[in-house]
């Protein structure tokens, strides 16, 4: 699965992947904004809420986006590599 990225990212656009629980692939498709340095954001509730709705995730590819901290559930990811 994969989705467009944008500055700043809402919760609810990522609800209905929390209902993908046999996800294995979350992938983050950049898209440069015209009034943008390339800088995107993303709220550590949004993987806070997210990552541990997805156990069997193996590929988590959030390239580009500024995360000042990644909770201690990805821990728990055993097939994440």
């Known amino acids: 699965m994969s989705f467009v ?3 700043y990212e809402a919760n609810s656009k990522f609800k209905p992947i929390q209902s993908a629980t046999s996800l294995r692939t979350f ?5 440069e ?7 995107f954001y993303l709220s550590s509730k949004i993987l806070v809420d997210l990552l541990p709705k997805l156990p ?3 590929v988590l590819c ?3 986006y ?3 901290e990644v909770p201690e ?3 728990s990811l055993m097939h994440l590599r």
Do not use: H
């Open 33 to 39: 904004l015209e009034d943008s340095w390339g800088e």
């Open 62 to 64: 959030l390239s580009g």
């Open 56 to 58: 069997l995730l193996r």
């Open 5 to 7: 990225g944008v500055e």
């Open 73 to 75: 559930t990805i821990g």
């Open 66 to 68: 500024f995360i000042s």
């Open 27 to 31: 992938l983050a498709v950049s898209v």
